[in-house]
């Protein structure tokens, strides 16, 4: 494509210097840039991508779309907003592939990552070919993209939808996050459904309050479709009626809405829930017919993803019976109260519960089936919201016979800073605090007997530990057996 054609996109820019080359690929990391590339300046939250313009034009650059003043031998287009520009031109330069796919975004604190992978499993056993974008990557059938946020930045998330659809996808669901849709990553992604699981205490680091978190989440709401009578082009809020935050995302929207919970009315509530072990059973009602549904996800916080995963699937008029089945199937999601099995007479749960509100859910759903002890094992990450550690540490030894409190992600904070703040909230308590995270789940390991439970938290599917600004390998799955192993010989 020319970058004339690129342009058509844009209603307002100017452009400095001659020239009308050929654009082969849309790149924002200069580190990334081919010939061909149109690099666009992006200002980020650490660094500004106009410093690197002359880098990327080094590497093969072709044009620069750019918002201040930049010295390259390229043709400069000049916009008012670079990241605005990027998703118009990603979207027009990929041929809009999101309105030709059945587009399904997930938003809220906890749960999203559970929701897509079962509403992909589910569909995908129905017979509705769906990809996934999320936390651990995009992907569908042969194709894998790893991803470092969430949601990617816009042009990815475009130029995967394309090969997604190139390849046969019908649909394709989403995580959206608060600050992807705040930061305006998924602008020209046209989204047929909107999931909202709930809203907890998360990312006041990146917003003021937990009102300015509410409403950068309710975007993904307020822009779903403004038009009705479209067969083809039905809108849908798929809402939380346990949590009251659905009430004000059910008025900002002008899209059909469909709800899901279990302590208050809905169009897919559950009842007479029973938590094992070895999975959790319910009865589904929805629209007028009562569904028994025996799963082998834990939790009531598995009953809720379950229950937005089969309020959203049926909107494409799948059978339900079909999608009951396909869910009873699924083993479980990567890092989601994952167990790890070595041959050990103890339980050891792997969770991705980094907020208070999961963490809560976890120990609260173990508590429902343990025999003996929890033992608990919860950090907090570095550089993220502080306000939380205080409340993480207290829910720990609040629900656990034995908390151990360690290292999570620190980043470029000091851990033993960390954990002084984890500690501000369980002044008088008793607990366990061992720094090096590997030494504290081989602590768990080692203090286990028969029919204890240990639930390792906050990491769930990485396989990471950053420390600084280096990512070390580092997987509590890996570990964990690891240490099962020592103890049996």
Do not use: W
């Amino acid at each position: 494509m020319k970058l004339s054609d690129c342009l058509e996109a844009l209603i307002d820019f100017r452009q400095d210097g001659e020239g009308n080359p050929e654009i082969s690929r849309l790149i924002i990391d200069s580190r990334k840039t081919v010939p061909g590339s149109l690099f666009f300046c992006i200002k980020g939250h650490t660094t500004d991508g106009h410093r690197f313009a002359g880098k990327a034009v080094e590497n093969g650059a072709s044009a620069v779309i750019a918002q201040d003043p930049v010295d390259v031998h390229v043709p400069v287009v000049y916009v008012s907003d670079s990241h605005r520009a990027l998703a118009m031109i990603a979207d027009h330069f990929y041929g809009h592939p999101s309105h030709s796919l059945h587009l399904i975004g997930v938003t809220g604190t906890n749960g999203k990552t559970t929701i897509t992978y079962l509403i992909q499993a589910i569909q995908e056993a129905c017979g509705l070919e769906t990809g996934l974008i999320g936390t651990m990557g995009m992907r569908y059938k042969e194709h894998f993209v790893s991803v470092d946020n969430t949601t990617p930045e816009t042009h990815l998330i475009q130029e995967n939808l394309a090969k997604m659809k190139k390849d046969g996808a019908k649909s394709v669901v989403m995580e959206t996050s608060s600050n992807a849709l705040y930061d305006g990553r998924v602008r020209g992604c046209d989204f047929n459904i909107g999931i909202f699981t709930n809203l907890t205490e998360d990312h006041l680091d990146l917003h003021p309050s937990m009102k300015d978190y509410m409403y950068a989440k309710s975007l993904l709401f307020s822009q779903l479709g403004n038009s009705y009578g479209n067969p083809h082009e039905l809108k849908v809020a798929v809402l939380n009626a346990d949590d009251q935050v659905s009430e004000v995302y059910k008025h900002m929207t002008a899209a059909h809405v469909v709800t899901y919970g279990i302590d208050h009315e809905a169009d897919f509530r559950a009842s007479s829930i029973r938590i094992t072990p070895a999975g959790t059973s319910f009865t589904l009602s929805a629209r007028g017919k009562s569904y028994p549904v025996s799963m082998q996800l834990i939790g009531k916080f598995s009953v809720y993803n379950a229950l937005a995963a089969l309020a959203a699937c049926s909107l494409k008029g799948l059978d339900m019976t079909k999608m009951i089945q396909a869910l009873e199937k699924i083993k479980g999601v990567s890092g989601r109260f994952e167990t790890v099995s070595a041959g050990q007479n103890f339980t050891v749960i792997v969770d991705y519960s980094h907020t208070p509100d999961s963490l809560e859910n976890a120990l609260t759903t173990i508590k429902e089936f343990a025999r003996r002890r929890i033992i608990s094992v919860v950090g907090c990450g570095g550089d993220r919201e502080r306000g939380k550690r205080p409340k993480m540490a207290k829910i720990a030894v609040d629900n656990s016979d034995l908390a151990i409190l360690t290292s999570d992600n620190p980043r470029t904070e000091d851990p033993e800073a960390i954990l002084r703040e984890m500690e501000e909230g369980i002044k008088g308590r008793s607990y366990k605090k061992i720094t090096d995270r590997r030494e504290a789940i081989r602590f768990a390991v080692r203090s286990a007997r028969e029919n204890d439970i240990i639930l390792i938290a906050g990491k769930g599917h990485e396989t990471y530990q950053i420390i600084g600004t280096v990512k070390h390998h580092f997987d509590d799955r890996e570990v964990a057996e690891e240490a099962i192993k020592e103890i049996s010989k």
